[in-house]
């Protein structure tokens, strides 16, 4: 008989994470959303894809530019092969596919939705990003 372990009210954040612990040990659940499933709130400006953050790197603390990109599927290629090597030293696996794909994802986020509902206007995440850098530099 079809049945659900868990029904999760909400799909942002915290309602994706528990689904992602959820799958992974095996439970059945279903998440309702009834906005835009992830959509959240941001206060720190427009989208910057990774390389326009490292740009800011590279600007801020003077950094030599990274010459380097490798192309997705290569940059998965590395993270599988790099993480259990690592394990088996001993260190955690800084490097692997997860890290890699979160490289991809993580930055990918916009204050349109605080702007849109509150109607307020935040400065640019270049400039968030920079003034974080500045801070830990001179920390
Ligand atoms: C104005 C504002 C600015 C913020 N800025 C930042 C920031 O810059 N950086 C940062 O890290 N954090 C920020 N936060 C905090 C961040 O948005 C929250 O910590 C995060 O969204 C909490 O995740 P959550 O999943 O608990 O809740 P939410 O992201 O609110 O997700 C709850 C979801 O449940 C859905 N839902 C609710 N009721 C129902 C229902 N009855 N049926 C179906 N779906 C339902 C909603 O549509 C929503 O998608 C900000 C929060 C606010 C309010």
Do not use: C
């Not at 009210?9 to 959820?22: H, R, V």
């Not at 040990?25 to 959509?39: L, P, S, Y």
């Not at 400006?45 to 030599?64: F, P």
């Amino acid at each position: 008989m079809n049945h659900l372990d868990v029904v999760v009210i909400g799909g942002g954040q915290a309602g994706l994470s528990i689904g992602y612990y959820l799958r992974a040990a095996g439970w059945k659940f279903v998440i309702f959303e009834r906005g835009r499933v992830g959509e959240t709130y941001f206060l720190a400006g427009h989208r910057l894809t990774l390389r326009q953050l490292m740009g800011v790197w590279e600007a801020t603390l003077g950094r030599r530019p990274v010459r380097l990109w490798l192309p997705r599927p290569l940059a998965l290629l590395q993270g599988a092969a790099l993480a259990p090597l690592l394990r088996l030293l001993g260190q955690p696996a800084f490097i692997s596919t997860e890290v890699v794909r979160s490289g991809y994802v993580s930055f990918q986020y916009s204050s349109h939705k605080a702007e849109s509902e509150m109607d307020v206007r935040f400065r640019p995440a270049h400039e968030a990003w920079r003034d974080t850098l500045v801070s830990e530099a001179t920390a």
